[in-house]
């Protein structure tokens, strides 16, 4: 059974610093992975998608890697700002690509 | 509208009472899935619909749950007999019928069980 863990659990950092987030998964068969923020009740944004056959996406600050032999992928956010502060999941999708396993997420915070 | 609409946003119940969650995944979106989101297990998968059919339900956790989608597009949720540990967030998706496309999600419906 697939599941994906995200560590740290909580990051606090000033605005202006550079920052990984990573996300682990314990098989290796997946359909891609994908990146997501959350809002305080809101549903979740998509991120940043990583085909299988993919090492890595970028978009604007943002840049996910995927390292499926290792059964790693890490979320590097540059120039962070306050409005980055958020909760970040990592999914799995299944190697049907039918549903994501999400890890519990890192609850991001930016102070100015 | 543009995004993925869910309703009600709020539902408070009593236990044993039947319980219906509607979404209204974006226009031309043919994937629809249903997930719930608890303090305690953060997000499950619950159900995958593509089209009206819904290839995988491996994530219903009992037959008090099902859900139904009609003319490619709305779907609901149904929860019979509810129970206290049912009290999360359910939250839908959509997206293209590629699995490497997005998934777009609503803001949930908010269920709290007496």
């Known amino acids: 059974k697939q599941e994906v863990t995200q560590i740290p659990a909580a990051l606090s950092v000033p605005e202006g610093e550079n920052l990984v987030l990573n996300c682990s998964f314990t098989?290796?068969?997946?359909?891609?992975l994908q990146w997501f923020r959350q809002d305080p009740g809101k549903g979740l944004t998509s991120l940043l998608l990583?085909?299988?056959?993919?090492r890595e996406q970028t978009s604007g600050r943002l840049n996910a890697s995927l390292d499926k032999s290792s059964g790693r992928s890490t979320l590097y956010i540059a120039a962070s700002q306050p409005g980055d502060s958020a909760t970040y999941l990592c999914?799995?999708?299944?190697?049907?690509?039918?549903?994501?396993?999400f890890g519990k997420g890192t609850t991001l915070s930016v102070s100015s | 509208g543009a995004g993925v609409s869910q309703s009600p946003s709020n539902k408070v119940t009593e236990k044993g009472k039947d319980v219906e969650l509607r979404c209204d995944p974006i226009?031309?979106?043919?994937?629809l899935y249903w997930y719930r989101q608890s303090l305690g297990q953060g997000l499950e998968f619950l159900i995958y619909?593509?089209?009206?059919?819904?290839?995988?339900k491996s994530g219903l956790p009992s037959d008090r749950f099902s859900a139904e989608r009609t003319g490619g597009s709305v779907s609901t949720l149904t929860i019979q007999r509810t129970q206290q540990e049912d009290s999360a967030v359910y939250l839908c998706?959509?997206?293209?019928?590629?699995?490497?496309?997005?998934?777009?999600f609503g803001d949930g419906t908010r269920l709290s069980i007496l």
């Open positions: 998706a959509s997206s293209f019928s590629d699995s490497n496309q997005p998934q777009h």
């Open positions: 226009s031309g979106h043919t994937a």
């Open positions: 990583i085909q299988s056959s993919q």
């Open positions: 619909f593509q089209g009206n059919s819904a290839p995988d």
């Open positions: 999914a799995a999708g299944n190697q049907a690509g039918t549903a994501l396993i």
């Open positions: 098989d290796s068969a997946i359909y891609n």
